[in-house]
């Protein structure tokens, strides 16, 4: 340790000893009569869209509008993994930009956000899973992302715990290796982008709850909140799962619907799985935290509902299905399991850019893989804003598309959504 490194440490255990108050983070402020941008939802997308319209463009007379705390949502119940391997060449390219942005986010925020790129392992069970392994390889390769396919060997020697011999039902035939991909603290990308966003004049306000989208004109004029009224002309809908509740508010329909997805964790163990596994035969994915805790998860719930408690059917199929793949966990336990919201579009892409109702944007239908974008949605999301009209990056996921017909083709990479 240097002498620096000692002198650090010892103020930080003078002042937790002295009981005196930290510091704010970010200030508390009132709630202007008027903002120029009002951004509902504080999670990371609306954090992201916050800061980068600061730092970027010199937006920052900006207000982020949040019913509870930020990262309560969608934010704070994911398994914070993140990839670029996605199926259609916009997709890949999307989420190559948001992989490359987190990659740099620590120094970008002075804020360690603890991204560990460990490899992201999609398994396949069949010659028919194989060949779309291969396709989504070809893809990827084809826009500069590290993606192949590998074979069970190579499989087992990536994770020797996963079995990949005949005996399983589901054997273990090749896997599409992606190392860029890996895990992510995603609370302390939300603290990031908030302080740093808040440090350049941004006004974050939770326990501040959206009640009413005023429009006139077939436009956007203010907003109505549980702590008054706000005039301004750009309004922007990050709320993920409640998505099409806030867009009803402005008139806007949107084809989304929400379903639940259930996530759950275990007890703490020596490190032994390195990379993320992702099986989307067996519906389940899985991650070792760097505290020793498995991470699970399966496919979104079969139904539509805002309901975020876990299910006992859910953690029983889960666990049956992780031990196909590794037996050896049979004697580890569960110890808490929760449910995001996911708001699901019919071709699994997400809906970005303006709607009908001048001035008001859209964010949303990120379904399983919300928080893989953050970085780059706020970043395209904000350079709209400032310039007037989306950029290359997110004019194929337009609320357009659906009318035109236009869809996108994500499912197939979506697998079990991570």
């Known amino acids: 340790m240097t002498k620096t490194e000692r002198f650090s440490a010892w103020n930080l255990f003078r002042h937790g000893m002295s009981r005196r108050s930290w510091p704010r983070v970010w200030d508390h402020h009132d709630l202007e009569s008027?903002?120029?941008?009002?951004?509902?939802?504080?999670?990371v997308h609306g954090l992201a869209t916050t800061y980068y319209l600061a730092r970027n463009h010199g937006i920052t007379d900006v207000a982020v509008l949040e019913k509870s705390y930020i990262g309560s949502g969608g934010s704070g119940r994911n398994t914070a993994i993140v990839r670029s391997n996605y199926l259609?060449?916009?997709?890949?390219?999307?989420?190559?930009?948001?992989?490359?942005?987190?990659?740099?986010?620590?120094e970008d925020l002075n804020f360690n956000v603890m991204f560990e790129q460990r490899g992201h392992m999609t398994l396949a069970h069949s010659d028919s899973s194989l060949r779309t392994m291969r396709w989504r390889a070809e893809v990827n390769k084809l826009q500069g992302i590290d993606s192949s396919v590998i074979s069970p060997d190579a499989v087992k020697d990536l994770a020797p715990f996963l079995d990949v011999s005949d005996h399983p039902r589901y054997p273990i035939v090749g896997a599409l290796w992606h190392p860029p991909g890996g895990i992510i603290r995603h609370d302390a990308v939300v603290w990031g982008y908030?302080?740093?966003?808040?440090a350049m004049g941004a006004h974050i306000h939770q326990d501040t709850e959206l009640t009413g989208i005023d429009v006139a004109g077939g436009r956007v004029t203010g907003v109505q909140t549980s702590r008054g009224p706000i005039s301004t002309g750009v309004l922007i809908n990050c709320t993920a799962g409640w998505a099409s509740l806030i867009s009803d508010m402005a008139g806007v329909r949107l084809p989304i619907t929400t379903r639940p997805l259930q996530a759950a964790v275990t007890e703490p163990v020596k490190q032994f799985l390195h990379p993320v596994i992702v099986s989307g035969s067996l519906h389940t994915y899985v991650s070792q935290t760097s505290r020793g805790e498995l991470v699970f998860g399966a496919s979104v719930d079969p139904f539509a509902s805002y309901s975020t408690r876990g299910s006992l059917e859910f953690a029983t199929g889960l666990a049956t299905h992780v031990l196909e793949l590794m037996p050896a966990l049979s004697n580890m336990r569960l110890l808490r399991q929760w449910a995001g919201l996911c708001d699901m579009t019919p071709d699994f892409g997400p809906i970005i850019g303006p709607t009908p109702v001048d001035g008001f944007h859209v964010d949303v239908g990120w379904g399983t893989y919300g928080f893989k974008a953050g970085p780059v949605a706020g970043e395209a999301v904000a350079e709209m804003i400032a310039n007037g009209r989306p950029g290359a990056l997110i004019a194929p996921f337009g609320l357009h598309r659906f009318e035109a017909g236009s869809l996108t083709a994500e499912k197939g990479a979506a697998a079990v959504g991570h």
């Open 88 to 106: 259609t060449p916009e997709g890949s390219r999307f989420y190559d930009r948001s992989v490359k942005l987190y990659e740099g986010l620590a």
């Open 194 to 198: 908030a302080r740093a966003a808040a």
């Open 34 to 43: 008027s903002y120029d941008v009002v951004i509902v939802g504080g999670g």
